[in-house]
């Protein structure tokens, strides 16, 4: 059933879907390594846990679990979600998944991304990432979908499309030297183009301070439908954030896509820096082969970083006082949809959140 | 999706179909462990790749795999078998998987039994087992399909069902105190009753000579048709199989089934005996936590070890003599199909052989 593709979804006809375009379900892999998700994993597991009932009332959820936490996560998590034996090294299932396309028909292919835990041996997340290496073959192998083995690195949370022919990227990460190096800019816009099926790249400089990603655009700003973007800003001109937003908004400002629109922008306010407590670094396994969070350092805290499902918004709130006004945003962006806030802070302190351990799967037909 | 029920198939209106029923598609677990198959599994791998080619040329084959062998089995598997992640700690689907119900309206569900390793620790086959006996709920997760966990220990090699309301079985197996201490011939009469949604038992007293599986009706008997057996049988009044196969034809001669209806029996003659070599034995580990095969001892091979796939017969077959009688005896047996032989030499060092390593997940509607 599943065949490994040598051609390209732009050469067969195939596009990367906007988020918001109709699900099949949706991917997680399940949080459990003990020096990125503290107390053993366990506030993080129940936050999952959350993410994924949350999101099973709108649409089928696929939670991956290495061997060792099957019953673990099969007894935490609803029987309605589906919980199947899916090896990894993290749970980022936006970054490792495979990225799926559609054609007019209505087929449905999976692009399988070169990985390299963000950056690899000079970035130095974590080693090794083996298995992250292979989740999207596998999760293509358990639906029978055929797989494009793409010939660079990239993860789905560096991208954003409107299903238009657009995509949205910052140059941080995409043109970061621990990536592609020996790609050019112009290389790598041509294998966008081959492997999203899309013709026009709006490249945003850099993305949220902090974020270990390199500035993942999921974290920075994201479209609410085609023509239309959120971003995340901060009113306070001493944070390290603001000329960061400030430089992105002034590039989707300047911005056309690619039926040659400009984009309507939408600001949504950030929550207040947050820092790792003394007590939550306490609860983390100290490996000299993984990235440390020093207490005291920033979490690259972003309201952008939710999940669409049908019919929904799946949220981050970190107790914030800018919690309501971002639901609020998000309300009035997506108003056919429900507004639905999940406590996040146990995401984030692994270093991501919602958008970055989900991964949509379309419907096709 | 998937729940876990608390009733029991006869309850809820389900029974076990016959193999010749329509599938959905065949499971399969892919052999490694170095104590069972020689030459660090490689001969063995190469028997499984035959086997689940020529039933993919018929239906869906769905290969489980450990981790540590997925890259390895993807690659010498060709692409229409699916390939999924499946931790097991041996290869021997037809016991440690779920056994499908079905039920009028074509609903499918799955039967997880209580799995010992043929024995648990008074017989050691290996240890542990911890793995094997997930795999059942681990394909019902995969494929959304309700389970029932059923109160007691069975393999799914130690039953053959007519789909009408008969399951035929032996007492050496079924009765064994190494399976179920606790429960007297009448309770395993009723579970089996409730769990296959049979009306009716057939008896067979012992297994073939030899099998590891204290007597496995599926290496000795199973049923064609509806009425119609087949089982293996040796002229040879000197070898130990003789008075086993005897024993087992006068049982069949006498019983009714479910229906009321007496059997045709149809015999079908064993291969000569056969015994593991010096140089095969060699090929293995030593592991003092499993079972040892020892030089010159004999194999229990039988061509009654066979799969029913949609359209065919995938039979074992040893370069032995008697290997054109036997297919052209499932020929008759099997008009409608064609007759696929496999040699299986490789699988049978390993303790049993086609229809041991493969269970048929039903169509339904």
Redesign the interface.
């Known amino acids: 059933?599943?065949?490994?593709l040598e051609s390209t979804p732009q050469s067969d006809g195939f596009r990367m879907p906007a988020e918001w375009e109709r699900h099949a379900g949706c991917w997680m892999l399940w949080p459990q390594r003990r020096d990125t998700w503290r107390n053993g994993g366990k506030p993080a597991q129940r936050a999952f846990v959350e993410v994924a009932s949350q999101i099973a009332r709108f649409e089928?959820v696929s939670m991956g679990v290495n061997?060792d936490q099957?019953?673990n996560a099969?007894a935490m998590l609803p029987?309605?979600?589906?919980?199947?034996?899916?090896?990894n090294n993290d749970a980022w299932m936006r970054d490792c998944g495979a990225t799926f396309v559609v054609n007019k028909r209505g087929d449905v292919r999976g692009v399988d991304w070169r990985f390299n835990a963000w950056g690899g041996l000079d970035k130095l997340m974590y080693f090794p990432w083996d298995?992250d290496q292979?989740v999207a073959?596998?999760m293509l192998?358990?639906e029978?979908i055929d797989r494009y083995a793409a010939p660079f690195v990239l993860e789905g949370g560096s991208i954003h499309v409107d299903g238009e022919g657009t995509v949205i990227t910052t140059e941080q990460c995409l043109l970061h030297p621990n990536r592609n190096p020996q790609l050019s800019r112009a290389q790598i816009e041509q294998l966008l183009a081959d492997y999203l099926g899309i013709r026009h790249i709006i490249w945003l400089p850099r993305g949220v301070y902090e974020d270990e990603t390199d500035g993942h655009v999921d974290n920075l700003c994201c479209y609410a439908r085609a023509g239309v973007v959120a971003m995340t800003w901060t009113d306070d001109r001493s944070d390290p954030q603001y000329e960061r937003s400030a430089a992105a908004y002034e590039a989707l400002m300047s911005a056309r896509d690619a039926q040659g629109r400009g984009l309507e922008i939408h600001k949504i306010h950030q929550p207040a820096p947050m820092t790792m407590t003394t007590d939550e670094a306490a609860g983390l396994d100290v490996v000299d082969s993984a990235f440390r969070r020093p207490v005291g350092e920033r979490l690259a805290g972003s309201y952008i970083n939710f999940y669409i499902a049908n019919g929904a918004i799946i949220m981050p709130i970190f107790g914030d006082r800018h919690d309501a006004a971002a639901a609020q945003k998000l309300a009035a962006l997506f108003p056919q949809r429900e507004i639905v806030r999940i406590q996040a802070r146990e995401i984030l302190l692994g270093g991501g959140n919602i958008h970055c351990i989900t991964q949509q799967q379309p419907a096709g037909s």
Chains 1, 2 share one sequence.
């Open positions: 059933m599943p065949r490994r089928r061997r099957y019953e099969r029987p309605q979600v589906r919980v199947v034996e899916l090896s298995q292979l073959t596998k192998e358990i029978g």
